[in-house]
């Protein structure tokens, strides 16, 4: 069993900067990404990772201002977020899939089968 936790969510004005963090427990060494779900909105991909690292992929709408990374030493994954706009404003979750193999990444929510509680992200204007 998987357990993700993820922090440093909270409030920035736009332009700001922010670092998410997802620690996982148990099993970890996994392919992994974040999603993010905004009220009236469905959850949205953000940016996934390989279980080496050697794989990312962002959705076009974060490319250039976010990026994703991993240390397998700490089981962490982060999601660094510059030049934040109001419309980045959700609940971002992190998500590890089992059944990747070692170089793969997915945008596909329903192929991760372990979800953490989600982070809120507010971008002020």
């Known amino acids: 069993q998987v357990q993700l936790v993820e922090s440093g969510g909270g409030l920035v004005q736009a332009g700001g900067s922010l670092r998410l963090s997802c620690v996982a427990s148990g099993r970890s060494f996994y392919a992994m990404g974040w999603f993010r779900q905004a009220p009236g909105k469905e959850r949205e991909f953000v940016a996934a990772?390989?279980?080496?690292?050697?794989?990312?992929d962002l959705a076009d709408s974060v490319k250039g201002r976010f990026t994703i990374s991993r240390d397998n030493a700490k089981d962490t994954m982060y999601l660094q977020m510059n030049s934040l706009k109001p419309e980045d404003t959700a609940v971002y979750s992190c998500?590890?899939?089992?059944?990747?193999?070692?170089?793969?990444?997915?945008?596909?929510?329903?192929?991760?089968?372990?979800w953490g509680q989600g982070t809120q992200v507010t971008v002020s204007s």
């Open positions: 998500a590890a899939d089992s059944r990747r193999r070692v170089w793969d990444t997915s945008r596909n929510f329903y192929t991760y089968n372990y």
């Open positions: 990772i390989s279980k080496n690292g050697g794989t990312r």
